[in-house]
C-alpha cells in the first residue's frame, strides 16, 4: 500500500503561480513515473506532466514551459510548479504512481484560476 497526499492548491490570479506537493508513504525511488494530473469540471483527467525513476520528465504540450515538476528523494516527495497560470488550468490536480505494478492516486487538491 502506498499512500500519497498532495497540498498546495488554492485560488489564484492569472499570470500567477503555485506550487504542488505530494507526500509519498514509501521512497520515492519504489514508486515509477510519478505524475501529476489535473481533472476539470466535467472533463476527463488528463496528464499533465511525469517524471520517472531515471529522471526522465515530459510534459504535455498545454503545460510546456509553464510547469516544472522535481522530486526530493530525500523528502520522498513530489512537486509541481506552476508558472504563468491560466483559467483553463482551473481543476484538481492529482498524484500518481505505480508500485508494484499497481497505480495509486492521491485524493487531489484543488486549483482555482481566476481570470
Known amino acids: 500500500q502506498v499512500q500519497l497526499v498532495e497540498s498546495g492548491g488554492g485560488l489564484v490570479q492569472a499570470g500567477g503561480s503555485l506550487t504542488l506537493s505530494c507526500a509519498a508513504s514509501?521512497?520515492?525511488?519504489?514508486?515509477?513515473?510519478m505524475a501529476w494530473h489535473r481533472q476539470a469540471q466535467g472533463k476527463q483527467r488528463e496528464l499533465v506532466a511525469v517524471?520517472?525513476?531515471?529522471?526522465?520528465?515530459n510534459y504535455a504540450e498545454f503545460v510546456k514551459g509553464r510547469f516544472t515538476i522535481s522530486r526530493s528523494n530525500a523528502k520522498n516527495t513530489l512537486s509541481l510548479y506552476m508558472d504563468n497560470l491560466k483559467p483553463e488550468d482551473t481543476g484538481v490536480y492529482y498524484c500518481s504512481g505505480l508500485y508494484m505494478g499497481t497505480q495509486y492516486w492521491g485524493q487531489g487538491t484543488q486549483v482555482t484560476v481566476s481570470s
Open positions: 517524471i520517472t525513476t531515471t529522471g526522465l520528465i
Open positions: 514509501k521512497s520515492i525511488f519504489s514508486l515509477n513515473g
